[in-house]
């Protein structure tokens, strides 16, 4: 069912860099490959000239790269939201029923549990007196034919206790929602894990925090 939705026609297109633009990644490297130390002025000039020769090479093909994609996106957003304009309802509706299914089946599972457990209890106990039946008596094909019989009653009694739709799979989600999370973090400091926004904040305040290795490192830009 792959074809409920047009399939644009956009197999073959050749995507590639142009000629001009590897000219210029040679260029922009070739100014840089050199430069081994910046030690005065002059060796800094130089340097400065080939970072922004390479910085304006990073911004050029960033700025390409999302001009080429646009039109493959904005496609892309047209044929989610259509999808999803056409789907929402169903999914609604599927989650519903899923649902009331789930619940009936997880009932149903556990009747099917229950009865089975206690059909196993019964067939122990036939098995042991058919044994006693068969010592006394010495008929141990006719005590083990009557047990038979006796255990596939058994059986049968206890998948009828139960209406379960066969193939039908149930996944039960414990689902949460933090309504105190003081009370959480007092309790579970292990559930919360460090978020980096908060630790760079933090950083700008103090640079000694337990638990953090810190350093500075210079870059030009």
Do not use: C
């Not at 059909?119 to 010592?135: G, H, S």
């Not at 009694?157 to 139960?162: C, E, S, V």
């Amino acid at each position: 069912m792959n074809d409920l939705i047009t399939q644009p026609k956009i197999n073959g297109v050749a995507i590639e860099i142009v000629a001009e633009a590897e000219q210029m990644k040679i260029e922009a490297l070739m100014s840089s490959k050199g430069i081994g130390s910046v030690t005065d002025g002059f060796e800094a000039t130089i340097a400065a000239k080939a970072q922004s020769a390479l910085r304006n090479l990073i911004k050029g093909i960033e700025e390409s790269r999302k001009a080429a994609k646009s039109p493959v996106l904005d496609i892309g957003r047209e044929i989610d939201g259509i999808a999803k304009d056409y789907i929402d309802e169903v999914k609604d509706e599927e989650l519903r029923i899923a649902k009331l299914l789930g619940a009936f089946q997880k009932v149903e599972r556990d009747k099917k549990i229950e009865a089975e457990r206690q059909a196993r209890v019964e067939e122990q106990k036939i098995l042991v007196k058919a044994t006693q039946d068969a010592l006394e008596t010495g008929q141990d094909i006719q005590q083990h034919d009557n047990a038979m019989q006796k255990i596939v009653a058994l059986r049968q009694q206890a998948a009828a206790k139960h209406e379960a739709v066969a193939g039908v799979k149930v996944r039960t989600i414990t689902k949460f929602e933090i309504v105190d999370e003081a009370k959480t973090f007092k309790a579970r400091p292990d559930l919360f894990s460090l978020d980096d926004k908060k630790i760079r904040a933090a950083l700008k305040l103090t640079t000694t925090i337990p638990g953090l290795k810190v350093w500075d490192e210079s870059k030009s830009y």
